[in-house]
């Protein structure tokens, strides 16, 4: 039986970087975070201190959704945000604006956000992590 399914965002090391601004820009509860360093199994390889810095897995909630991240650990190459987006749906267009141009801080814009036939406000953005955001607000308000 399916419990339930999350997002897992891996980083190339700055996943502390993206736990801070998640948390700052999405308002995301820090449920879990662990480095690496506080594994209670350390890997059979040595690790730098630079490693053990590193997110080993972090738990977040936003609003009712929750999200997992994690840095790559070394030798595990990862290319951030590759097939996956997530969608995040506001209470209003005025909110969704102020969501979408924080997300693109550093990041690129994929769809100015405007209005649609489906929403008073849409819009698609890679942040600077290369995580894909759609952007939604209501059809009407």
């Given at each position: 039986?399916?419990?339930?399914?999350?997002?897992?965002?891996?980083?190339?090391?700055?996943?502390?970087?993206?736990?801070?601004?998640?948390?700052?820009?999405?308002?995301?509860?820090?449920?879990?975070?662990?480095?690496?360093?506080?594994?209670?199994?350390?890997?059979?390889?040595?690790?730098?201190?630079?490693?053990?810095?590193?997110?080993?897995?972090?738990?977040?909630?936003?609003?009712?959704?929750?999200?997992?991240?994690?840095?790559?650990?070394?030798?595990?190459?990862?290319?951030?945000?590759?097939?996956?987006?997530?969608?995040?749906?506001?209470?209003s267009?005025?909110?969704?604006?102020?969501?979408?141009?924080?997300?693109?801080?550093?990041?690129?814009?994929?769809?100015?956000?405007?209005?649609?036939?489906f929403?008073?406000?849409?819009?698609?953005?890679?942040?600077?992590?290369?995580?894909?955001?759609?952007?939604?607000?209501?059809?009407?308000?």
């Open positions: 039986m399916i419990t339930g399914i999350n997002p897992y965002l891996i980083t190339n090391g700055n996943g502390a970087e993206a736990v801070a601004f998640y948390k700052e820009i999405l308002g995301a509860e820090v449920l879990a975070l662990m480095t690496f360093a506080e594994s209670p199994e350390q890997p059979e390889t040595p690790m730098t201190e630079e490693e053990k810095s590193m997110i080993m897995h972090a738990h977040l909630k936003v609003g009712s959704a929750d999200i997992m991240l994690s840095d790559s650990p070394a030798g595990m190459p990862c290319t951030s945000g590759d097939n996956t987006a997530i969608a995040v749906h506001t209470d267009a005025e909110h969704a604006e102020h969501l979408y141009s924080h997300l693109k801080s550093g990041g690129h814009e994929l769809m100015k956000i405007q209005k649609t036939f929403s008073s406000m849409y819009g698609v953005v890679t942040d600077r992590f290369g995580v894909t955001w759609h952007v939604a607000a209501p059809e009407t308000e």
